[in-house]
């Protein structure tokens, strides 16, 4: 996966992934960097139909499924980025499955055994913010997932902080941003800084 730099946007649902990513693309496209902005489930047969059946398809069997994009993504779509130098910014990777499908009752072990076989991002970034703020977000959804109705943002914020605690003691590199007061624009700022900071950009 050499060549390029892969960024993850994590954090819990309401709390602005979709739209971190696309302002960080934007403002690294400003700087001439090649970008390529990519989502999970993948935008593939096989991730529509995990998103189309998330209702429905529970537990394990959902658990796996979204393992298996993730490594046809990495193999795919990721990798391939990569290798021609460009930027990957995915909205969600290994971290939400670590979160997600643990509100379907299944230990961290074995969500991450489904899961190691794909590398980590050169940087994980996770987005916190007031729960009741995120709750008040999505109260004001037409709809919400199946996964976002038996969860809450607190659980949610509870469960990205084991994660960062386990990824971190198998070195994957993770920042975290607290974004209470932040706008898009400052979040995004922080992330940046991070990445010169750290020599990764």
């Not at 529970?58 to 499924?65: D, I, N, S, V």
């Not at 499955?97 to 190691?116: C, F, G």
């Not at 996964?147 to 386990?166: H, N």
């Amino acid at each position: 996966m050499s060549g390029g730099l892969f960024v993850v946007v994590e954090g819990p649902n309401g709390v602005g992934k979709t739209t971190t990513t696309a302002l960080l693309a934007e403002r690294l496209r400003e700087r001439g960097r090649a970008v390529h902005v990519t989502t999970e489930p993948s935008d593939t047969s096989l991730g529509r139909l995990i998103r189309a059946s998330e209702s429905t398809l529970t537990g394990r069997a959902l658990a796996l499924a979204v393992a298996a994009d993730r490594c046809a993504h990495v193999e795919h779509e990721i990798s391939p980025a990569l290798a021609a130098g460009k930027v990957v910014i995915s909205d969600r990777y290994v971290q939400s499955s670590l979160v997600l499908q643990r509100l379907d009752d299944l230990s961290l072990i074995d969500i991450w055994h489904y899961n190691a076989h794909v590398p980590p991002a050169s940087l994980s970034c996770y987005l916190h913010h007031d729960p009741q703020v995120l709750q008040e977000r999505l109260d004001q959804r037409p709809s919400r997932s199946r996964l976002e109705r038996i969860g809450s943002p607190q659980r949610e914020a509870d469960l990205y902080g084991d994660a960062f605690g386990f990824l971190a003691a198998r070195d994957w590199p993770q920042l975290r941003i607290d974004c209470r007061g932040l706008a898009p624009e400052g979040v995004v700022a922080q992330l940046l800084q991070h990445l010169e900071q750290t020599e990764t950009i």
